[in-house]
């Protein structure tokens, strides 16, 4: 079974630029959060969609949203792109069971770089 | 969620048994107890979990005290492909998917 897919792998960006990146949960999940790993700050938790649904967001500005579609991939967008910005960006996603196990399953992150 | 305090770094000897610490001293009775790790460039990694008894699964041992304010990862027989950055999550089950991790440890296995 596939694992969590993102993409673009790496991409740089400069100074005021939009990004989007892509995440493609594993198959029959349904949930999906993302996550922001720098240097300075580590991992930090960005948002989580269910359903199509955001159900938490970190502490993050307006600047960073994101989406989910139907078939449960994902989108995060991250827009007026900051130095600050340059970041692995980390998707997860994990089954909705009853009990939540709570388990979740990492891609390999969107690497991105602003100048 | 409840703070962990994990040590920043560990040292471990290949072959031996490599015992991580967690301190989370104001954790809550619905929450539980998350380890996952990160290896270099990787996405991090689910290892175990649980709330208040002993867990092992094929990766690990999770030893939770009885007051439930520290535990201990136990990797078994560790392997230089243990080398990574633990981290020690607690969380309530019904929280979703939201992690708030902390530095983790960093666990170097040496030959």
């Known amino acids: 079974k596939a694992g969590v897919t993102q993409t673009p792998r790496y991409l740089i960006k400069t100074r005021g630029q939009q990004v989007t990146l892509s995440c493609s949960p594993i198959?029959?999940?349904?949930?999906v959060s993302w996550y922001q790993q720098t240097p300075g700050q580590g991992l930090q938790f960005l948002f989580e969609?269910?359903?199509?649904?955001?159900?938490n967001k970190g502490n993050f500005p307006g600047r960073f949203s994101g989406r989910q579609f139907s078939n449960s991939r994902s989108e995060m967008n991250v827009s007026t792109l900051e130095l600050g910005d340059s970041a692995l960006y980390l998707c997860?996603?994990?089954?909705?069971?009853?009990?939540?196990?709570?388990?979740?399953?990492f891609g390999e992150g969107s690497r991105l770089t602003v100048l | 969620d409840a703070k962990t305090t994990q040590p920043p770094s560990m040292d471990c000897a290949e072959g031996r048994a490599a015992n991580l610490p967690c301190n989370h001293s104001?954790?809550?009775?619905?929450?539980?107890v998350y380890w996952y790790r990160q290896i270099h460039s990787q996405g991090p990694q689910y290892i175990i979990h649980?709330?208040?008894n002993n867990e092992t699964n094929e990766m690990a041992s999770l030893i939770i005290t009885e007051d439930r304010k520290s535990s201990t990862l136990i990797l078994p027989h560790a392997t230089l492909r243990d080398t990574a950055v633990y981290y020690c999550?607690?969380?309530?089950?019904?929280?979703?998917?939201?992690?708030?991790f902390g530095g983790g440890t960093r666990l170097m296995v040496k030959p």
């Open positions: 198959s029959g999940h349904r949930s």
């Open positions: 997860a996603s994990s089954l909705e069971g009853h009990p939540n196990t709570g388990e979740l399953f």
């Open positions: 969609y269910f359903s199509e649904t955001q159900r």
């Open positions: 104001t954790i809550s009775g619905n929450e539980y």
């Open positions: 649980g709330l208040k």
């Open positions: 999550i607690v969380r309530a089950n019904n929280a979703g998917n939201m992690l708030t």
